[in-house]
Each structure stands twice: as C-alpha cells, then as structure tokens.
C-alpha cells in the first residue's frame, strides 16, 4: 500500500484521559503535551487528564487539546518507528490546523496559541451573535441546501459542514434553525440534533472571530507544506503561505467542504487513510463517503505501535 492520507480530528472528538497512555508511554509524546503547557497560560495537560468535562467542551480548551493529543499521537508513532511519511493531510475544521503543523507549515507551538486564541473569538462571537448549530440526517445534500433557502426568511442560516452523504450540519440564528428542523422533519429527515456549541460556527455570525483572528494569523510565520494540504474552504490544495493565511480565516465563516475533500483524494487513486488524534468521527464519516475505503484510527500507543509495524513502500 501506498503512503496514507493523514487525516486530524476537529472539535467535538475530545473526552477526558485522552492521550494519557501515551504521555506515560512515549516520551515524544509527553514532550508535546509538556511544550503545549509552556506555551499556554495554563496547565493544557492537567484539564485533559483530570477534566472536568464541562471545562474539557469550553471551546478554546478542546480546540489546542485535540490538536495537541493529535499530534503527540503522531510523534509517539514516529517514536516507535512509523515513518511519518504521507500522500497528503487534511483536518477538519480545527483539524487543518492540526494537519498543518504535521506538514511542517505551522510550529506546534505557534498552532497551539493560534487555536486557542480562535476557541476564545468563537466563543466571543457566540456571545455578540447569538446562534447555534443543527445536525440534519438522512436527507441529500440537494435537499437540504433547499432547506437553508427557505429557513432563511427567519434569519442567517447556512450550511456549515457537509459532512457525509446524509449529514449537513446547519449553523445560523435560532429562528431559522427552528424552522429548517421542521422542514426537515416535513421532508423525512431521519433526526435532526441541535449541537452543543457556543455559537454558529461556520457561519456570517462569526465575522467578529474572523476580523481578531486575521491580526494573529498575519503575525505568524506561515511556510511551504511539506506533504500536501487540503483545505476545508475550497476542497483543494493549498501550499502559498499567503492562501493558507486566507483559507483558514475564510474556514471560520465558510462552510467545511468535508465530503467533497474526500472525494477529491479517492479520485485521485488513494490506496489508505490514517485518522490520527482521539475518537474515530472522521471514520464513521469516511465508511459513509467510501464504505470499503482503508481507514484505520489510530488514537493511542498500541494503535501507534501497529501502524510503526505496518509495511510500507521503500524509498
């Protein structure tokens, strides 16, 4: 098999204790959970271990504590001997950032600041426009981009996440949220859930996170991938350090191409994908795109001992 697409996890993947096995069993591991402690005004490691939970779901907690946890889990692969080598990396939503800084685009510790700084601004923006989020399932992508036109006399409301086939998550004010669940139901979605978020991520709403955080992403050194990078926004690559810039602040207010960034990387022939940070969203997602598509999760030691074990192709 070739090499994998490496593919990192975005908010809503966290739980408390994730990653502890391999702070205790990898000491590259540790060394990434300890240089997100120097780098943050507080103790990152002692909430992801010890919670509680309701701190671990706070926005600009779980965004630098995923993205450390993902990339400790790399590290601690490559400790044991993976060779770290892939075809391309993408993440979702806050997960590109994380992908970034595996392509050597970002410095750990600059992504670390930058994530925790935009959970901070999402959150603000919350507060100044309120809103919320809705999972639609079981009804087609077509379907429910029609929805959002209708539900939009009652407010800004729009697509999101386009997820997988059968799930859009929708973002905008209440109102019209309100009213895309009932045509939702109307159409024969399967469920519709309001997601527990603090604000309409993804959205218009969220122009005052995307106008601060254009400040700290122009400050930060931005470099040339070294493996390619999909970013969410255009479902293409993105490489010029000036676009990466654009596309991650264009992420906050566009919608996730998920789905399509999928299907763009399986057209292209891609033999395997490796989810690597906690929990396994991205393949239950991936089994809903490509139900045969080779996808391994790998979230803790022994899964990154087996992939360190798994052969690969000689250079």
Known sequence: M???VVLFPGQGAQF????????????AGRG????ADEVLPFSLTKIIFEGPEEKMTETDISQPAILATSIAVAEAAREAGWPGRARAAA???????????????LSFEDAVMLVYKRGMYMREAGRENPG????????DEKTVLGIVEEASSEGVVCAANLNCPGQVVLSGKMPALEKAKKLAADRDALKTIFLKVAG?????????????????????????PSVPVIANVTADYVSDPGEIRRRLLEQLTSSVLWKKSMERLLAEGVSGFVEMGP???????MRRIRRKAAISAVGDMDAARGLAEEPTDPR
């Open 16 to 27: 408390v204790g994730m990653g502890r096995d391999i702070y205790e069993k990898s000491s």
């Open 32 to 35: 990434v959970f300890d240089r």
């Open 279 to 285: 929990g396994r969203v991205l393949t239950g997602l």
């Open 132 to 139: 919320g989020m809705l999972s639609v399932i079981g009804l």
């Open 200 to 224: 309409a991520f993804h959205s218009p709403l969220m122009k005052p996170a995307a106008d601060r955080l254009a400040a700290d992403l122009e400050e930060t050194d931005v470099s040339t």
């Open 2 to 4: 070739g090499d994998p």
């Open 91 to 105: 993440g979702l939503s806050l997960g590109e950032y994380t992908a970034l800084v595996f392509a050597g685009a």
